[in-house]
C-alpha cells in the first residue's frame, strides 16, 4: 500500500497539487488507522493529509477516483462481466471457479502463472504482474490519445498475450477430449475464451485510465491558456477562482528564481585580476580563487495600486500578487488609491492573501467609490510617504491612468522617479487606448523604466518574466 500512495503522491504533483515527503508520510500513518475496507474513510483519511488549498480539491477527487478505482476496478468489472456473460449468480459463479481450479490442476501444469491467475480469477495477482509490466514498458510516459495503441501492444507484448493465447487454445483442445459433461464442457469453453478478451480488454482500459491521469494535467493547462488570453474585466466567478491560484503559482515562481539567483551571486563575481596577483608565487596556476566583494543591498519594494471600480478584477489580482512578494524583498510598502491614497502594508503582514485583498477592497481605508484622480493620489504620496522610496526602491504603479480630466501632477512621478532605482508601471488597458479620452498614460510614461500592458494572466507571466531578466 505504501508503494501506491507514494506513487499517488507523485501523481498528485504532476498535476499542481504540492505534497511534501512529510506529508506523504502522513498519509502513510492516516492509512493504517482507517485501512482500506471503508473507501470513504480512506478517501477523507488522504484528502486531510495531502491537501491544504481548496483550490486543489478538484484535482485530487478526480485523481483519487481514476487511481483507487483503476486497475483493480477494471480487473473486477471484466470479471462481473464474464460471470453476468455466463448468466451465473455469485454463489454459482464460485462453485464454477472450483471446477475451473480442480481442472487446471489436472491439465494446466505448463500454463504461465499469469494465465493461471487469469483463469482462477485472482485479481491481486494479476493487478500485481499488470502493474510490473506497466514499469517495464515505461506506460508512465504516455501523453496522447494517439499513443495509446502503441503502448497496448508494448503491454501486452511484456505480459506476453501471445503465449496466453496459445495456452488457452491448447488447454481447449484438452478440454474436448475430458469427460466432464456436455454442458459443464461448454461453459468451460465459454469462459477461456471470454477470459482471454477479458484481458486483453483490462490491457486497452488500463493504457487508457493511465493516459487520462496525464490528460488531467493537460486539460487543466488548456484551460489556464483559454483564460490566459482572456481579459481580467471579463473573467467569470469560476475563472477568477482559477486565476487566482494561478497568480499564486507565477509569484511562487518568481520567488524561486530570485532565491535560486540570490545564492548564485552569494560570492560575487569571479576576479581575475586578484586570482592572478595572488598566486604569482604558483606560477600563475590559481590554486587561490578570489571573488569580488560583493555589495550587500536590500532591496525595496512601493505598490501604488489603482482599486477603482474600472479595474477592480486587475486589482485584485495585481494586489494578490503585491502579496505574495513580501517574502522576496526586505521591505515591501503597499498603497492602494481611487482619489484618496492609504497604506495597506500592515494589513498584507497581518493577515492571510484573502482577509487581506478583502479589507484592502471593501472601503475601509479608502473610499473605493470615488472618482479616479490619479494626480491628486500622487501629490498626496509625494507630500505625506515620499520618504519611503530611495535609491534601492523600486516603485511599481498598478492603474488604467484613467485621471477622469483633472490635474495629472506628472510632476510628482518625475520626482518619485529620481529618488527611486526605478519606475515600472503596469496598465490594465489595451496600449491602443493610451493617451485617448481622460488617459493621462502619454504624461507618465515619460517618467517610467518600463511600461507595460498587463490586462490579463498571459501579461503578466511575460512582465514578471522581463522583471526576473533585468
Known amino acids: ?54 483550490s486543489e480539491l478538484p484535482v485530487f477527487e478526480e485523481l483519487f477516483d481514476i487511481y483507487f478505482s483503476g486497475l483493480g476496478e477494471i480487473i473486477k468489472q471484466a470479471s462481473q462481466a464474464v460471470q453476468n456473460a455466463l448468466s451465473m449468480s455469485d454463489q454459482e459463479f464460485q462453485k464454477f471457479l472450483d471446477e475451473v481450479e480442480k481442472m487446471l490442476k489436472k491439465e494446466g501444469k505448463n500454463l504461465s502463472e499469469l494465465a493461471k491467475q487469469l483463469l482462477q480469477n485472482n485479481s491481486g495477482e494479476m493487478e500485481r504482474k499488470i502493474r510490473e509490466a506497466s514499469r517495464a514498458v515505461k506506460l508512465q510516459g504516455i501523453e496522447r490519445t494517439i499513443e495509446e495503441n502503441y503502448f497496448a501492444r508494448a503491454l501486452a507484448r511484456q505480459l506476453g498475450l501471445d503465449k496466453i493465447e496459445a495456452e488457452i487454445k491448447e488447454l481447449r483442445e484438452q478440454l474436448e477430449k475430458m469427460d466432464i459433461g456436455s454442458e459443464l464442457k461448454a461453459k468451460m469453453e465459454e469462459y477461456l475464451e471470454r477470459r482471454l478478451k477479458a484481458l486483453d480488454d483490462i490491457i486497452r482500459r488500463y493504457v487508457r485510465m493511465e ?94 495600486c489603482d482599486v477603482s471600480d474600472s479595474v477592480r478584477n486587475a486589482s485584485r489580482f495585481m494586489l494578490q500578487f503585491v502579496y505574495s512578494l513580501q517574502d522576496l524583498y526586505s521591505r515591501v ?67 488604467d491612468a484613467r485621471n477622469n480630466y483633472n490635474l495629472p501632477h506628472d510632476w510628482c512621478l518625475r ?27 502619454d504624461r507618465y510614461a515619460p517618467h517610467c523604466d518600463l511600461v507595460e500592458e498587463c490586462r490579463n494572466l498571459n501579461q503578466l507571466y511575460r512582465v514578471v518574466d522581463r522583471l526576473v531578466a533585468s
Request: with cysteine; charged share 35%.
Open 211 to 304: 493516459r487520462e491521469k496525464r490528460d488531467i494535467k493537460q486539460k487543466e493547462d488548456q484551460r489556464l491558456n483559454q483564460i490566459g488570453e482572456k481579459s481580467f474585466y471579463y473573467l467569470t466567478e469560476e475563472e477568477l477562482k482559477k486565476m487566482n491560484e494561478a497568480v499564486t503559482r507565477l509569484a511562487q515562481r518568481l520567488k524561486n528564481v530570485i532565491t535560486v539567483r540570490r545564492k548564485r551571486s552569494k560570492k560575487g563575481r569571479f576576479d581575475i585580476k586578484r586570482t592572478l596577483r595572488q598566486n604569482l608565487t604558483y606560477g600563475g596556476v590559481p590554486f587561490k580563487l578570489r571573488f569580488e566583494k560583493r555589495k550587500k543591498e536590500k532591496p525595496q519594494v512601493v505598490i501604488l
Open 333 to 399: 510598502r503597499s498603497f492602494i488609491f481611487v482619489a484618496d491614497i492609504g497604506e495597506v502594508t500592515e494589513c498584507f503582514r497581518n493577515n492571510d492573501a484573502k482577509e487581506a485583498l478583502d479589507v484592502a477592497l471593501k472601503g475601509d481605508i479608502i473610499n473605493v467609490y470615488a472618482h479616479s484622480n490619479f494626480g491628486y493620489a500622487f501629490r498626496n504620496f509625494v507630500t505625506d510617504h515620499l520618504g519611503a522610496v530611495n535609491k534601492r526602491t523600486t516603485v511599481i504603479v498598478l492603474g
Open 415 to 441: 520626482e518619485i522617479r529620481q529618488r527611486a532605482k526605478r519606475v515600472i508601471w503596469l496598465n490594465p488597458e489595451s496600449r491602443n487606448t493610451w493617451g485617448f479620452g481622460d488617459s493621462e498614460m
Open 1 to 54: 500500500m505504501q508503494e501506491k500512495l507514494v506513487e499517488f503522491a507523485n501523481l498528485l504533483r504532476e498535476n499542481g497539487v504540492r505534497v511534501s515527503l512529510a506529508e506523504t508520510l502522513d498519509a502513510f500513518s492516516a492509512s493504517e488507522v482507517t485501512g482500506l475496507a471503508e473507501r470513504d474513510a480512506f478517501r477523507a483519511a488522504l484528502r486531510a493529509t495531502m491537501v491544504k488549498r481548496a
